[in-house]
């Protein structure tokens, strides 16, 4: 997949086009980008995407935490679905007041390769979300460009949006977020020192620092699978505060118990996919009985994946 910053740098392609955030790639934008590269297929043409760096909500709101996949992770997925160029336009507050003609004019027909744009059932682009699909559809007749428009794409009567996985994640509901991604929600930081509490209870963790966009499911302990050199370990992540012996609240930690692990990777990157939550965060009246809970947990990871 080739990362280009603009469709005019298409030139020796016919393409199709799809237009989306696609934050998370998640079972709806595969349903979409699955299709359109099978009707490349049929017609001989590459698949193209414009996507957007950074996410309009950073920039529009001032979003952190929001994120369901870092940008590289998201060239990551959209390469493996079979995209074949991926058109990173940067987006800042100037590009947000630019009309949907403009854009269309700018950004679209600058070349004269598109030969079909795809277009999600709820579409809309441009200053303040002005331009929809109707839009698109009439200026495209002119240039003798086709415009198809998908249908919404459900999971079990569900619909599947960032929005909707954004919420189930921030309501601690892991598996009902893995069911609209289709894979297990994954986030990935480097680890940093911590209190160094964890090893004195007999449970060292590792404390990961992620970045600042992405979204972290709500606090409790999980079932996680994680990620160190290109090899799997069973382990349990706890998202909190570790109110046992923390009382403000202000600091909101992600630590990672890895089962049958005992290195020194401070400074290392760990990639953590989140499988179920098993309980909230729990303020404990003594070490003891956090202990006993932890040891409860591990063995509840264990039946887990037995």
């Known amino acids: 997949m080739e990362i280009l910053k603009s469709l005019d740098q298409i030139s020796n392609d016919n393409f199709y086009l ?40 950073e920039i529009l709101e001032g979003k952190q935490r929001f994120l369901l996949c870092d940008y590289e992770s998201r060239r990551l997925y959209l390469e ?19 009309g949907p003609e403009t854009f269309l004019q700018n950004d679209i027909f600058c070349t004269t390769r598109l030969r079909k744009i795809f277009l999600g059932h709820d579409f809309a682009f441009g200053k303040n979300k002005s331009g929809d699909q109707n839009i698109v559809i009439a200026e495209c007749k002119k240039r003798n460009i086709e415009v198809e428009i998908m249908k919404r794409f459900s999971v079990n009567q569900q619909k599947v949006s960032s ?11 892991i598996k009902k977020a893995n069911l609209l991604l289709g894979r297990a929600y994954e986030i990935t930081g480097n680890v940093i020192k911590g209190a160094m509490r964890g090893r004195t209870l007999g449970f060292p963790t590792a404390n990961l620092q992620v970045q600042d966009v992405i979204q972290i499911p709500a606090g409790g302990v999980y079932i ?3 990620y160190y050199n290109d090899q799997e370990y069973l382990s349990l992540t ?4 570790n109110p046992t012996f923390n009382t403000d609240k202000k600091d909101q930690t992600i630590e990672v118990y890895l089962l049958n692990f005992d290195k020194d990777i401070y ?3 760990l990639n953590i996919h989140f499988i179920s939550k098993i309980r909230d965060e729990i303020k404990f009246k003594s ?20």
Do not use: W
């Open 18 to 57: 799809s237009i989306g955030n696609f934050d998370g790639v998640h079972l709806g934008h595969q349903y979409i980008l699955d299709y359109i590269k099978r009707q490349c297929g049929k017609n001989q043409t590459k698949l193209a995407v414009i996507t957007f760096i950074p996410h309009p909500k």
């Open 224 to 226: 996680t699978k994680t």
């Open 163 to 173: 929005s909707i996985i954004r919420q189930y994640l921030s309501d601690g509901n």
């Open 267 to 269: 400074g290392e990157t």
């Open 238 to 241: 706890n998202i909190g505060y």
């Open 287 to 306: 070490k003891e009985d956090l202990i006993t809970q932890m040891k409860s947990d591990v063995m509840y990871l264990h039946k887990y994946f037995s």
């Open 80 to 98: 493996k679905i079979g995209v074949d160029y991926a058109v990173e336009i940067n987006f800042h507050r100037d590009f947000s007041t630019i």
